[in-house]
């Protein structure tokens, strides 16, 4: 019952040391991931006691990964360092690298998502929440104790919607959740999340949460129509945006009818996505397919 991120997933943490990284490895240890180390070439060879875990530090993901076995990689470093840190990761041959970080230029987005794809690494982010398999393993900012396990995939661009919908769905629990983060260029999208949940046997129904700017929403509707047979219900964030103006984190600029959330979900619903107005009624429709599911399956 997940994607990406399991209870075997072996978690490193660049910039661990630092004050977020710190806190946020803390976070991710009580949730029960497996945090096996951390990276600061400054500290390497010391650990950190992080009361009923002491963690080692290492000098670069490639020593990480030779002493144990770690598989993926979170990202707290600052902007300016970014790149650097995900090429690293990329050049040791990390699965999968969790950018958490915020201000990255974009240039640097460009080039070290292409970077990493030409590696076989797997980007989540850059300015994203990162990932939570609740009960098996949570690497990056989500809270771990507002849902559980259930059968609902979500992917979001927006880390605040990720945590409402979580919460407002807690009763029913998701597999993965994946916040891909609402930069101009990201390594992870919506429709390679919806490929993922496509796959995964233990995923009834998929939450896709988009915003305005760009056309991610309207590619994923694409998507949808050719390749995904499970429910899908959508949300948009921003009907309420002026025309012409850069708006919130994603930078994502409306012009015309180009990029707005009408637009976007209108290409959706046209692929039998169901739509909510809000986050609210936005649970209330994966309540109503999820029994309409049920429903079929025990007829």
Known sequence: MAIFLTKESRVLVQGMTGGEGMKHTRRM????????????????GQAVDFDDRVVPVFGSVADGMRATGADVTVVFVPPAFTRAAVVEAADAGI????????????????????????KGTRIIGPNCPGLITPGQSNAGIIPADITRSGRVGLVSKSGTLTYQLMYELRDIGFSTCVGIGGDPVVGTSHIDCLAAFQDDPDTELVVLIGEIGGDA????????RDHVTKPVVGYIAGFTAPEGRTMGHAGAIVSGSAGTARAKKEALEAVGVRVGD????????????????????EA
């Open 29 to 44: 240890l009580a949730a029960g991931t497996n945090v096996v180390g951390g990276v600061n070439p400054r500290k390497a």
């Open 217 to 224: 929403e309207e590619r994923a509707a694409a998507y949808i």
């Open 95 to 118: 699965g999968l690298a969790v950018v958490i970080t915020e201000g990255v230029p974009v240039h640097d987005s460009v080039a070290f998502t292409s970077y990493a794809k030409k």
């Open 278 to 297: 809000t986050p609210t009624e936005t649970a209330r429709l994966v309540l109503s397919l999820l029994d309409t599911v049920h429903e079929a399956s």
